[in-house]
């Protein structure tokens, strides 16, 4: 009864977070470069883009901060989710419910955005990620896998030294709105398998998803690898993000 208590615990947990950042972040992209009204406002193309990272960022800072980061340790991501199973913190069962909770909340975040805002998330092509213009596929991938190891590293290296664990959120907002910025136009900054997989399925457009796959699960091996390899890595003491924080 325990271990179905704990399995059900982290399937909620994380099917709530991951369904909160997709939705936050959805909204904000919608919003942000969508919107005629907005985009009145605010012209700079960048400067909009600089938003909807900070959007990102901060629902993840908020989310380890949160009864998610303390209960499950606020992964939202099936890459972060693979590469502490690399690394032994997690067994494929609870693999396989962290990726099943991440992925279904995605899908419910962006079935609850076209519902409100229609048209206006179809003008945006659904937050769908793709290669920017002139970027081929190979190089995508390449960059989506380099964010994603530096995001793992990062998260990897807060949890390794005790001192650090309680600014692991920051480091994870403050890498998020410098990852989203420099990647965005170049393969849409994803880093997260659920982030693409939920407007891929409602687009119906899934020429590009398998960069968005490959790309974060390579940069998880090879985050796993350098904690191993490189003498000024090593393992992470825990696999939750939040797990500073006091317990429920």
């Not at 936050?24 to 883009?49: C, D, H, K």
């Not at 998880?220 to 993000?241: E, G, N």
Request: with cysteine; aromatic share 14%.
């Amino acid at each position: 009864m325990k271990t179905s208590n704990g399995f059900l615990t982290a399937f909620l947990s994380e099917y709530a977070g991951t369904f909160l950042l997709l939705l936050n972040g959805g909204t904000a992209i919608t919003v942000f470069l969508g919107y005629p009204e907005f985009i009145a406002i605010v012209p700079s193309l960048q400067f909009r883009i600089f938003l909807i990272a900070l959007t990102f960022g901060f629902t993840v800072f908020l989310l380890i901060q949160s009864p998610v980061g303390r209960l499950t340790g606020a992964h939202l991501n099936p890459a972060v989710s693979f590469a502490f199973w690399l690394d032994g913190h997690l067994s494929s069962q609870m693999l396989s419910i962290y990726m099943a909770a991440q992925f279904l909340g995605s899908g419910l975040a962006v079935f609850l955005i076209y519902q409100i805002f229609g048209d206006l998330y179809s003008s945006v092509n659904f937050a769908l990620t793709e290669p920017g213009a002139n970027v081929h596929p190979i190089l995508a991938l390449m960059i989506e896998a380099l964010l994603t190891f530096g995001l793992i590293t990062v998260i990897f290296y807060c949890l390794t030294h005790e001192k650090y664990l309680r600014f692991c959120s920051h480091a994870v907002f403050i890498y998020l709105v410098v990852a989203i910025m420099i990647g965005a136009p170049l393969s849409g900054a994803s880093l997260n398998p659920a982030r693409s997989l939920g407007p891929a399925i409602i687009a119906q457009n899934f020429s590009a998803l398998w960069i968005y796959f490959v790309g974060p699960a390579l940069g998880a091996i090879l985050a796993r690898l350098a904690c191993v390899t490189l003498p000024f890595f090593k393992r992470p003491k825990f696999f939750k993000l939040g797990h500073q924080l006091p317990k429920l």
